[in-house]
């Protein structure tokens, strides 16, 4: 049995090839798409948690420069770096301010300042109750960085304890 020679394609072989082409460019495109979202977030979030660390690094400082001024802290606040130190004041290199902040920020960095209570066993109590006891070597550090981009808000909160292992100063 002898077929006849095809010269060319069928149109219904251009139609399928043609359609399958479609298909996977769409889904190429696509896939490029997504990876350029999850890199922007991935830049997002690790921005948000360096600048959370920064804080927490800037709070240890602050409470190894002067104990009894910042045990004595309480509250939210932002950080601003002085242009140049003012050794007149308990924390020369930093200003603390608890004025509001605009949503309208890109960067948007909080640091909370709580006292820590312990429990009959010494341990830490979120709740403290009537038998518990507030220790003045140590503060709980709450720290919220917030970046904001035209793709996103990523939000990192970090919460940490210092202790004055010296004692109070």
């Known amino acids: 049995m002898t077929f006849p020679r095809q ?22 495109i696509g896939a490029l798409a997504n990876l350029g ?13 360096q600048l959370a660390r920064e804080y927490v690094e800037i709070a240890y400082n602050l409470s190894l420069q002067d104990w009894e001024t ?27 301010q608890n004025a509001p902040i605009s949503s309208e ?18 341990k830490i109590t979120d709740n403290p109750g009537s038998g518990d006891t507030q220790d003045v070597d140590t503060r709980k550090i709450t720290v919220n960085a917030k970046v904001k981009d035209v793709d996103g ?17």
Not at 7 to 24: Q, W
Not at 73 to 95: H, M, R, V
């Open 7 to 28: 010269r060319g394609n069928t149109l219904v072989e251009i139609l399928l090839a043609s359609t399958i082409l479609v298909i996977v460019i769409t889904a190429f």
């Open 105 to 122: 920020e890109k960067i948007i960095r909080t640091i909370t300042f709580s006292p820590v209570y312990r429990d009959g066993q010494g």
């Open 153 to 169: 808000l990523e939000e990192t909160v970090f919460e940490t304890y210092v202790m004055n292992f010296g004692g109070t100063q």
């Open 70 to 96: 910042f045990r004595q802290l309480e509250g939210t606040y932002t950080i601003q770096a002085k242009n140049s130190p003012n050794y007149d004041e308990p924390f020369p290199w930093y200003d603390l």
């Open 37 to 49: 979202f999850v890199q922007v977030k991935a830049k997002l979030q690790s921005e948000s948690v």
